[in-house]
């Protein structure tokens, strides 16, 4: 296969699956990777200790790489559960026997569970390993199958969709417009894979890039807001991250921001990358 390949987790919707289209137009094909694979699945999408919601929500594997197919590209469904360890390095070593690898991780799964949006004090303990499951251990785990492909090739790229909740306090309690302990230590976990591999491998043809969307007007989020009794408001349009991806992925520019983070709407609106929004 001559087309650069991308490995995109969490990417059945939402921003992940902006980004696998984005890929893909930008020439590349695309292994997309998430839990629903096909439209209609039920899963558990509960934030909070106090409410189940098993809610089919829209998208799937299915319909992502579909999107892709008709972009050009080529797609593998992958599904993978990133809290459990075993799902990853299978999909990990389908990944190198299917395909060989990929020249592009973006790391855009993330766990829903309890914990997510609940106080402190109705947080379970046994929560908390999840989100760091889902968003430190699994990247690891991917990154740890797919960088020695990268090096041995002498380039790859390394992405984090990480989050403000990774190294700022809420602006008010979980369910009040702010968010749970559970979510920040996840994102605060994952984070700082990035500046470990451009401090150790930059000179080596890695380079890798928190990204961070800010409010973004995904499905789960159009639905999360109404359930808290508010409306979704000045949210950038998923595709406007797949777009700043994309240039990060492809524009030799994209070097001076190699091991730092990228504000994806600020630079999606400097670049004029995607049409503007409200």
Known sequence: MSRPIALVTGSSRGIGKAIAIALARAGHDVVVSARTLHPGEVRDNSLTVHRSDTRVLPGSLDE???AIEAAGGRALRVPMDLT????VEAGAR????????ADVLVHNGRHIGPGLMDLFLDTPVDAYPKFVEA??????VLTKALLPGMLERGRGQVLTV???????????PAGQGGWGLGYGVGKASGHVLVPHLHAEFKDRGITAFNVQPGFVGTE???IAVKDYGRTLQGAAPPAAIGAVVAWLVTNPDAARYAGGMVQAQALCRELELHPAWD
């Open 64 to 66: 992502t790489a579909a």
């Open 162 to 172: 990480t989050s403000n909740a990774a190294y700022e306090g809420p602006p008010a």
């Open 84 to 87: 459990d360890r075993a799902s």
């Open 135 to 140: 968003h430190c251990i699994a990247p690891i």
């Open 220 to 222: 789960r989020n159009e």
């Open 94 to 101: 389908r990944v190198l026997d299917e395909w060989g690898g």
